[in-house]
């Protein structure tokens, strides 16, 4: 989690010099980039890294992640609930039944990232999920790696781009879903629990 983007790794290469962890006022050490934003540090400690099972969410949470690409994570989390009460609610059936009239609305509310490229794949990613054939929850958690690995101790020590999280992205673009590039997708496992990448000695490690 960063300011440029919800991957750490995707820093530029100056910046894994940070300093990985952070203690807060309240006495527990967090990981870094949510120190110095309220927002940040709220997301941080209740909702980054804890599996979720949800599609609706996981649907939501893949739909945001393509609306961050090239944007800082913070702007996104700040303007969710619109976003939310602009794609009603990301319930996939009321997004696929949005038409051009309802992209041409969307591309005119300031409250939300007025991409038309964003906008069109969230509707066609609402369609994708109801064509699937099997539950989203299932073939997304299905690319979760089984492995153990070390947890991260330094910003260096977490990739942008996975085995996992490119076969992900090649198999839900199989399937007709955009935005879900290889790094996208590794910050959507960041984000959903599907790897734990809080620091070594983050009070959420392992949690």
């Not at 992900?168 to 935005?179: A, I, T, V």
């Amino acid at each position: 989690m960063t300011t440029e983007t919800e991957n750490p790794a995707a820093l530029p290469a100056e910046a894994v010099t940070r300093v990985a962890l952070v203690v807060g006022d309240d006495g527990r050490a967090r990981c870094s980039w949510s120190a110095n934003d309220a927002e940040y540090r709220r997301y941080h400690d209740e909702e980054w890294g804890t599996p979720q099972h949800d599609p609706r969410a996981l649907y939501e949470k893949l739909c945001l992640e393509g609306f961050q690409a090239g944007l800082s994570w913070i702007t996104i989390l700040r303007r969710r609930p619109a976003f939310r009460e602009a794609f009603d609610g990301f319930v996939p059936e009321r997004v696929a039944a949005m038409t051009e009239a309802d992209v041409q609305r969307l591309l005119g509310d300031e409250r939300i990232i007025r991409h038309r490229g964003k906008i069109e794949a969230t509707i066609s990613n609402a369609r994708a999920t109801l064509a699937l054939d099997v539950p989203l929850e299932e073939l997304m958690w299905g690319f979760a790696p089984t492995s153990p690995r070390a947890r991260p101790q330094a910003w260096g020590d977490i990739p942008a781009v996975t085995a996992e999280s490119t076969a992900m992205s090649k198999e839900l673009r199989r399937r007709g879903f955009r935005f879900v590039g290889p790094t996208t997708m590794y910050a959507l496992m960041q984000a959903t629990g599907m790897v734990d990448d809080h620091f070594d000695g983050c009070f959420r490690a392992g949690a």
